[in-house]
């Protein structure tokens, strides 16, 4: 069995995403990693040669700046990295995600588990999704909490946008992958990243979506009913980048007023409780039971 990871990046360390950290966790667990790399003002490509791994492989890119629709250049710089890849699985991280060294072993084994196994396509992670600071996650239907992240190689797929895949039946109809759930969780820390960091992301990539300028970013402009503290332990990879490039603290702003969405949330959240525990966030994937 031979696993392919892949990710694409721009503009790391200005952004301030741990791309670093995160493409070494895909290289403990991936047999070669491929990394587009679109041209940036900083550093990024730099740091990434001196990872200095024979397993890594680095695409530079172009990305279309007229592409404004929806995120979809995401979905191109995503799809150039997968249409490198050569082996049987396709692991995709997006740069600020890591995979916990607990999970390395489990990870492979589950490949390798359904790797012969062709009713399922893709193989899905729970999600700890960090806000604020290092010790607090959300959890509500607006935060999805569970994604694809491993498709199998040898189907027919591509992304409509960086995070899901369409798997395209005959050529006729589009549908999301058939998967198995794997028992292992991603870690994303995107939204630790200090507010600086943040509001210089917002700013460079909302025109991507059609939006000619982000708004100001705070993080405690939140429903505090979704934030939750965080009982377990961070990968040993990250530990050192949340020490120097992460917010330190969260303080929730005690006038944040609810909206209609935070109120359906709520109620989604109590009715989950109430119904053993039924996801109602949005999922791109079919588990296979």
Not at 35 to 56: C, F, M, Q, R, Y
Not at 90 to 111: G, T
Request: with cysteine; proline share 3%; net charge positive.
């Amino acid at each position: 069995m031979k696993v392919s990871g892949f990710t694409f990046i721009r503009n790391g360390n200005l952004l301030g995403y741990p791309f670093l950290q995160s493409i070494k966790s895909l290289l403990n667990v991936c047999d070669e990693v491929v990394v587009a790399v679109g041209k940036s003002e900083d550093h990024t490509i730099e740091n990434l040669t001196k990872i200095n791994n024979p397993n890594l492989k680095i695409i530079l890119t172009t990305w279309n700046e007229n592409m404004v629709d929806r995120g979809f250049v995401y979905a191109q710089q995503k799809m150039i990295a997968q249409y490198n890849c050569t082996g049987d699985w396709c692991f995709y991280l997006e740069c600020d995600e890591i995979i916990h060294e607990n999970d390395y072993e489990n990870i492979r084994n589950k490949m390798y588990q359904y790797l012969h196994n062709h009713k399922i396509e893709a193989l899905v992670f729970d999600y700890y999704h960090f806000y604020g600071a290092k010790n607090w996650i959300v959890s509500s239907p607006k935060w999805y909490r569970r994604a694809p992240r491993i498709i199998r190689n040898t189907i027919r797929s591509w992304a409509p946008d960086g995070l899901f895949w369409v798997v395209m039946d005959k050529n006729k109809k589009g549908r999301y992958p058939r998967a198995a759930l794997i028992d292992s969780h991603i870690y994303h820390y995107g939204h630790v990243r200090s507010v600086h960091s943040m509001n210089e992301k917002n700013k460079r990539v909302e025109k991507y979506w059609n939006n000619l300028e982000g708004e100001f970013y705070t993080y405690g402009n939140i429903d505090p009913y979704i934030i939750k503290k965080f009982t377990g332990t961070h990968p040993e990879i990250i530990k050192e980048w949340l020490i120097l490039e992460a917010e330190k603290e969260l303080i929730l702003n005690p006038n944040y007023k609810l909206t209609s969405k935070d109120i359906r949330h709520r109620a989604e959240m109590l009715l989950s409780k109430i119904f053993n525990n039924i996801d109602w966030s949005r999922k791109h994937f079919k588990l296979i039971k």
